[in-house]
Every structure is written in C-alpha cells, then in structure tokens.
C-alpha cells in the first residue's frame, strides 16, 4: 500500500526536466543562506519544477482507427481551419481541435494515432497566449504530418504559448509512431492542434479535460455526429 501511495506522489520526469530542477534546487539553498522564508518559496517552485516535467505512463486504447490526446489540457478550439502551409497537406479546410496546456499540465507530447512521419517543419514566430485562435499562424510552431496505413494524413502542430521558450521535437521525419508514443514536449505553457482527416468529426466539447495518450478525440470509422456538451 506505502507502494502505491508513493507512486501517485513520485512521477517519471522527462530528461529535458533534471536541469532544470537542479537549477530551481541549487538557487533554492542559496534563498536559505539569504532569508529562510525565501528558501521556502524556492521549495515550493522547486517542486512545481519537478512535477511540470513530469512523465507518467498512460493507457492508450488499442482499437483501430481511435485518435487520442496529444497532450494533457482542456479544448480551447475546434474550428475549421486549413493545415500549415509547409507539410504541404492541401488548402482544404479540415476540424482544428486544440488542446491548450497551462503550467500545471504534463507537457509531454503524444502522437494521436500511429503512423509514419513524412513532414516535419519548424518556424519561428511570436508568443501570444496560446488560447487564442490568432497564436495557430503567428506563434512559433513546429509542425508534423503523420501518414496512417489507409494513406491519409493528419496535422499535429506544438504551438509555442506567452511564457513557453522552447518547443522540443524528439522525433524525425520517415519515424514510425505507434499511438500515443512520446515525440516532445514543450515548456512552459504551450498548445498542442490536431487536424482531423476530411470528415471525420471530433468526439470532444470545448472546455473538455484532456489527458494526454488516453482521452480519444475521434474515431476514424465512426459515422456519429459531433458531440456537444454543456457544464454543469
């Protein structure tokens, strides 16, 4: 039982993560030298350091055709808007879904559904907040095409947000994925869009919570309309 109970307490950390903590740890004995209240703010943001680079393990559904979460967070979007220019996916319109990341959400990034990488592009750009629909074109971004078995694509895009400084990509291009496979993360706040093939309909509401790897977002085979919700 002690096991379990300190599993819930202590999280696998993503290797872009023990720096930082030791930075956040060092600077937090010097706050102690200086004034012992200071030292135990360090420690509080010592341990948000920590649990920001978190890596825990997930549950992917293995069914054919489920497209999952690339990231933890709530949906802020689904529109219709047209893939990035350079993966080169066409000028048709396709369903947008974003999953906004704030300070306190696992960072990692997920591949939504398995398949080959045939295109990865980075671009430089801004850093509005990312909730906002404007932060798709102007921030800074970094873009992947994953080809599915059937030959259809889908767009994930890491979306770089107002206190986010770095987009980190692990993956390259011709690597295989399977669904819910770790390809990045980003730091500090950040996006993560998905656009969906043509008509497929996404399962998910505005404001819904999302878990990384394991909420699913469509189903590639499914007929059903979309879904909507209301809170309560």
């Known amino acids: 039982m002690a096991a379990d109970m300190l599993s819930t307490v202590v999280k696998p950390i993503h290797k872009e993560g023990y720096k930082f903590i030791g930075i956040f740890a060092a600077v937090t004995l010097l706050l102690f030298v200086i004034w012992q209240p200071l030292g135990w703010i360090g420690v509080v943001l010592t341990v948000w350091c920590y649990y920001f680079f978190r890596d825990p393990e997930r549950q992917t559904p293995i069914r ?3 497209l999952v979460s690339p990231a933890d967070g709530v949906i802020s979007l689904i529109e219709p808007a047209i893939p990035p220019a350079e993966l ?3 000028s048709a319109a396709l369903t947008r879904v974003s999953v906004f990341m704030n300070v306190f959400n696992c960072h990692v990034n997920r591949a939504p559904i398995g398949g080959k990488i045939t295109n990865i592009s980075y671009r430089a750009g801004k850093f509005f907040n990312a909730s906002l629909d404007k932060a ?3 921030n800074e971004r970094n873009s992947l095409a994953i080809e599915m078995e059937d030959g259809r694509k889908i767009a994930v895009v890491q979306i770089a947000g107002l206190v986010a400084r770095r987009i980190l990509c692990e993956v390259k291009e011709g690597d295989v994925l399977a669904t ?5 993360m980003i730091r500090f706040g950040s996006r993560v869009d998905v656009y969906l093939p043509e008509g497929v ?5 505005l404001g819904q919570t999302m878990i990384s790897a394991e909420t699913v977002i469509a189903d ?6 979309r879904r909507l919700a209301e809170a309560r």
Request: charged share 20%.
């Open 88 to 90: 080169n996916m066409g």
């Open 201 to 205: 309909e996404p399962m998910v509401a």
């Open 180 to 184: 819910g496979a770790r390809f990045g």
């Open 220 to 225: 590639l085979y499914a007929q059903e309309p």
């Open 136 to 138: 798709s074109e102007q």
């Open 64 to 66: 054919d055709g489920l």
